[in-house]
T-cell receptor, first 114, second 115 residues
């Protein structure tokens, strides 16, 4: 029972490089989310998706793009990495239409931009 | 806008003593409130939630939380702390700005249980 799986777990990039973070869930959840966690700021929503083929902006979307081509996968892209994007990134998912249900989180991707 | 505040960055408790981690909220409408725990190098794990009903909510690992509407608080409690309870704790509220499935998190409280 894998739940939410994030790859890679760690990555170091140079400023200006691009990369894609992958999130996969095996719970058949409709809703998926990308957050970033920074010290003293809690978790902030970057982008989210309410179903296959849909994406929407969250609280801090600038500098990121996302895609949800398959229901089980949610990709987060950095086109031109900046040091301000050094953070821990978490993916989460939950069932559609059940706003009282908890979100399920992956173990995070630790990203450093030099 | 929906928001939660965790006024303490750090809480230290002796093993065996009761613990409280504080959370206050600001919402329009009925609040959906959650507590999550994060262990080192792991994602957040759900502890408990308040949607409606009894003000005292019981959750995982012996934790409970008390919903107080007049004080707009949702404090996390445990009668007897264990060293293994040491972790980062987040309070969260359902945020209706982005539809009905989003969470807004507090800044977190680091709980340290001293043996």
């Amino acid at each position: 029972n894998a739940g939410v799986t994030q790859t890679p777990k760690f990555r170091v990039l140079k400023t200006g490089q691009s990369m894609t973070l992958l999130c996969a869930q095996d719970m058949n959840h409709e809703y998926m989310y990308w957050y970033r966690q920074d010290p003293g700021m809690g978790l902030r929503l970057i982008h989210y998706s309410v179903g296959e083929g849909t994406t929407a902006k969250g609280e801090v979307p600038d500098g990121y793009n996302v895609s949800r081509l398959k229901k089980q996968n949610f990709l987060l892209g950095l086109e031109s990495a900046a040091p301000s994007q050094t953070s821990v990134y978490f993916c989460a998912s939950n069932e559609q239409g059940y706003s009282n249900q908890p979100q399920h989180f992956g173990d995070g991707t630790r990203l450093s931009i030099l | 806008a929906q928001s939660v505040a965790q006024p303490e960055d750090q809480v230290n408790v002796a093993e065996g003593n009761p613990l409280t981690v504080k959370c206050t909220y600001s919402v329009s409408g009925n609040p959906y409130l959650f507590w999550y725990v994060q262990y080192p190098n792991r994602g957040l794990q759900f502890l408990l939630k308040y949607i409606t009903g009894d003000n005292l909510v019981k959750g995982s690992y012996g934790f409970e939380a008390e919903f107080n509407k007049s004080q707009t608080s949702f404090h996390l409690k445990k009668p007897s702390a264990l060293v293994s309870d040491s972790a980062l704790y987040f309070c969260a509220v359902r945020d209706w700005r982005f539809g009905n499935e989003k969470l807004t998190f507090g800044t977190g409280t680091r709980l340290t249980i001293i043996p």
